[in-house]
């Protein structure tokens, strides 16, 4: 890790756009331990026969049919962040396409790259494992990413005091959930593609699009809520302890973590992950699976904000 270094890539910002997206690499990796990548003897198989278990499990639990991602791949924090420096930018660029410039376009673009390359370290030293659907990707045949960052799986499993092999496992079975829910649901992608990118739109003109946003963040809260539903009846093992270990975990950050997660929008979607699981629970309890299964039909199948409070109303509403 090298601050200094870090510092002077945000530093050398340039280009045209609102952000050097090369330079915030650079500089975030250079804040960054890359941590290691010496996999023990059949640690690669180890990963390999996890995703392959829980696409089985997954599969025969949901009747979804779907696949794996093409790639599949165990990284370091810097792998991490090269790989989704792609997907920032093209999500940002939506904005760029409607910002100003303003009279010091340089001093912008510096704040900027310095406020991406805070955001890329923090996410690399945190991610464990990511199912990446490839939103706003410039070709529809590119195909998603399944990640494990593994030194921040070891760190922490060690950190949870839980066994590191059922700790991956039981990450495998999360990320390959989200893999589920786009083969189930072809349609999401562009949903939630066009719900981005009209908030972002409406940001830049200087209004805010509510219904867009509220639109977004229901669809994610039952993506995460969903997930959350299969692991239950898709996990080869108990995990109420890792849960109660990861909330714990939660709480017991500092004051300055929980501020700056909640600026980066991950306390909103730790409270997706609370609130889709309760909607699915008792839609589940009133009903069963399949019925759950049934918010993949299409966009007009998802609970609106005031159904996932009160999950009674979507089950009447499905039910016509």
Partial sequence: MNLYRSAQAVAGASGDDM?????????????????SLDLEPGEREAYARDV?????????????????P???????????????????ERVMGTLEDHAQTGAFPGVARTVNTGTMTVLLAFLG?????????????????????????????????????VDPDRFRRWIAFHEVTHAAEFGAAPWLSDHLETRMEDGIAALSDGS?????????????TVVEGYAELLMDHAFDDEYADLRRKLDARRQGRGPLQKLFRRLLGLGLKERQYERGKNFFEAVVNARDLETASLVWEGPESLPTHDELDDPGLWIQRIDR
């Fill in 125 to 161: 030293r945190n991610v464990l494992g990511q199912y990446d659907p490839l939103l706003l990707a410039e070709s529809p045949e590119d195909n998603h990413a399944l990640y494990f960052v593994r030194p921040n799986i070891l760190n922490a499993a060690e950190k949870l005091e």
């Fill in 208 to 220: 805010f699009d509510r219904n867009a946003f509220r639109d977004l963040d229901a669809a994610m």
């Fill in 52 to 68: 392959r278990d829980a696409r089985e499990a997954i599969r025969t639990v949901s009747g979804a049919e779907f696949d794996v």
């Fill in 70 to 88: 093409d790639t599949v791949e165990i990284q370091n924090r810097h792998h991490w962040i090269d790989a989704n420096i792609a997907t920032f």
């Fill in 19 to 35: 952000i050097d997206w090369r330079s915030a690499a650079d500089a975030a990796k250079a804040a960054t331990d890359p941590g």
